[in-house]
């Protein structure tokens, strides 16, 4: 849907045929469509609500070395701040878990979601960033705690902030202790 319309919502009367053929132009169709299916389950599947469902698929994506499209990482945030704790702790494991190069282009995911133009997304990522403990967030958190234009979104990047950095103070007074 978002590759086809400029805004959230679904206007098929106004998207015209050559709109649809030119979102496969210069693509190869098959994989293009497994792709654009294989993230909609994801999604569809970590918007569940359902535990068996959501743990089943972050099981399934921490046994793949690929970090997930952008808009499945977003989902992955939304689990994390849902009201369920057992949701967090799934989504938690998710990303504690992820390690190397994978951990490192999650992080660079949720950084880019810090612009999303939904609130609750920003927040989520901030979230995301806080769980993943990455020191390269600090910065950015700092700059969402100070200007962004949602208050809950403030708070929830000065918490992430907080966390963040005295976690990583705590690791540089030990090792100067040493």
């Known amino acids: 849907?978002?590759?086809?319309?400029?805004?959230?919502?679904?206007?098929?009367?106004?998207?015209?045929?050559?709109?649809?053929?030119?979102?496969?132009?210069d693509k190869n169709p098959v994989p293009f469509i497994e792709n654009v299916a294989h993230e909609t389950w994801i999604n569809k599947n970590l918007g569940s609500h359902q535990l068996y469902h959501i743990r089943d698929m972050m099981d399934?994506?921490?046994?793949?070395?690929?970090?997930?499209?952008?808009?499945?990482?977003?989902h992955i945030a939304?689990?994390?701040?849902?009201?369920?704790?057992?949701?967090?702790?799934?989504?938690?494991?998710?990303?504690?878990?992820?390690r190397g190069q994978l951990r490192d282009d999650i992080v660079k995911g949720y950084l880019c979601?810090?612009?999303?133009?939904?609130?609750?997304?920003?927040?989520?990522a901030c979230r995301a960033l806080y769980?993943?403990?990455?020191?390269?967030?600090?910065?950015?958190?700092?700059?969402?705690?100070?200007?962004?234009?949602?208050?809950?979104?403030?708070?929830?990047?000065a918490t992430a902030l907080r966390k963040v950095q005295s976690h990583h103070d705590q690791d540089s007074s030990q090792v100067t202790r040493i």
């Open 1 to 25: 849907m978002l590759l086809l319309t400029d805004d959230y919502k679904w206007h098929p009367l106004y998207i015209s045929v050559f709109q649809f053929v030119g979102l496969f132009r």
């Open 78 to 98: 939304l689990v994390l701040i849902d009201s369920d704790r057992r949701f967090q702790e799934i989504a938690e494991h998710y990303l504690k878990n992820a």
């Open 131 to 157: 769980t993943l403990d990455s020191e390269r967030g600090i910065w950015f958190l700092s700059h969402v705690a100070a200007y962004d234009r949602d208050p809950s979104v403030r708070d929830e990047a």
């Open 113 to 124: 979601l810090l612009e999303h133009d939904h609130a609750i997304s920003r927040k989520a």
């Open 60 to 74: 399934r994506l921490l046994n793949v070395p690929i970090v997930p499209p952008l808009e499945s990482l977003r």
